[in-house]
């Protein structure tokens, strides 16, 4: 079987397996926030010690550390690391996934659309996966997962090639923020690494939002609406004063690039309380924490307009822009743009709007700038993979593990 076809097999065989996480379980502080995580991670770990890797099963958070040894005889040579999650997005169900191979794609499908997704006409021709239209695919990030393992898997049955000792880390929780956080660098075996997360091939990057949760509750004052006035007070329309507080061109749909916005992720509201979440973000640390000031002055303003503290609000960071972090270790990206080209892409690098493991990993000491790996349209039911960008992502972490 060639490498190809043994991939995207083995990526068929992840994106059957459910393993959403859950956003209220993991506020509750349980970790991983879904037990089904650990079904692939024990395929994990299986198919790990069957290749022979010594492996680290953190089975309490489904963290799987494992490292394959160099077969190199030069000791200075630097071990290198990849790390990929299991989970998948909340946004649509992951269960029950039907993955579907669309053969020389024409344009002509009933759930991809170029007309609805102008990317799709970049991979005319190419062999396409996708769902039938009713979950994710999975792609994110179990594409990443499986050209991980199909990597190690090349060494192993190549073992005239040379290559670097790697480290490898399949994480839980990453879609609702926790990827990190019972990782544990002491069991993790490189000081470099790459997460494998990305999308379109070819695109590395190394810099991201700074991000941050703003939890916004406004106490109102409930009675019998037909003796209201003068003592009525509607959480809910405080909330809407809130809101129109914010600055309407500084949202998600209104920004791109290097663009910071705020955004209404949650809004739960009745008489007599209201609670909203923010979701913070900018590249600039200085614009960030200016954000940041921006809404506890809104707050004040609704106090001051009611005379009394009804509204109040938690600021708590999330994840910082990785960016200032690798600016000292710029090398390993250099050298995922060379592994780029050797596996016939072009490289090009732009700003996340949005956040990875690496960020967090990053700032912990670890450099982790952030691989593509073939996917698009993640979180949605239109997500699809293109199996030869699969491909050259994978021979994009072969050609940064092997010593020439």
Avoid: W
Wanted: with cysteine; glycine share 8%.
């Amino acid at each position: 079987m060639d490498i190809q076809t043994s991939l995207i097999e083995r990526f068929l065989r992840y994106v059957k397996i459910d393993t959403q996480s859950d956003e209220q379980s993991g506020a509750e502080g349980v970790h991983p926030s879904t037990s089904k995580q650990r079904d692939l991670a024990s395929v994990l770990v299986k198919e790990l010690e069957e290749l022979g890797l010594a492996v680290d099963y953190d089975e309490e958070h489904c963290y799987v550390y494992a490292y394959m040894e160099s077969n190199s005889q030069d000791p200075e040579l630097e071990d290198i690391g990849f790390i990929a999650h299991v989970d998948t997005s909340l946004a649509v169900s992951g269960k029950d996934v039907k993955p579907y191979i669309i053969r020389s794609y024409d344009g002509h499908d009933d759930i991809l659309d170029p007309d609805d997704f102008p990317e799709l006409n970049n991979h005319m021709g190419e062999d396409l996966i996708r769902t039938d239209g009713t979950t994710l695919l999975g792609a994110d990030d179990k594409a990443g997962v499986a050209e991980i393992m199909e990597m190690l898997s090349y060494f192993k049955s190549n073992p005239d090639i040379i290559h670097r000792g790697i480290a490898v880390a399949f994480t839980s929780d990453e879609e609702i923020g926790n990827g990190t956080e019972y990782f544990d660098l002491g069991r993790f075996h490189a000081k470099q690494a790459y997460t494998v997360d990305g999308g379109k091939f070819g695109l590395i990057e190394y810099e991201c939002f700074n991000a941050a949760m703003a939890t916004v509750e406004i106490k109102g004052k409930s009675v019998h609406t037909g003796t209201a006035k003068g003592t009525m007070i509607n959480a809910s329309l405080v909330a809407n004063e809130f809101i129109n507080l914010m600055p309407s061109d500084e949202t998600p749909e209104t920004t791109e690039g290097y663009e910071g916005f705020y955004y209404l992720d949650s809004i739960r509201s009745e008489c007599e309380f209201a609670r909203m979440q923010f979701l913070i973000r900018d590249h600039d640390l200085v614009k960030f924490e200016e954000r940041k000031e921006f809404m506890n002055n809104a707050v004040c303003t609704i106090n001051e307009r009611y005379g009394m503290e009804l509204c109040s609000i938690v600021i708590e960071d999330q994840y910082p822009n990785m960016a200032m972090f690798l600016k000292d270790h710029m090398d390993i990206v250099e050298r995922a743009y060379e592994a780029v080209r050797s596996a016939g892409g072009t490289p090009s690098s732009s700003p996340v709007r949005g956040g990875t493991d690496g960020a967090v990993l990053s700032s912990r000491g670890l450099p982790c700038p952030n691989l593509s790996t073939g996917g698009y349209n993640y979180h949605s039911r239109y997500e699809f993979a293109s199996i030869p960008e699969m491909k050259q992502s994978l021979d994009t972490l072969i050609m940064l593990a092997r010593v020439l």
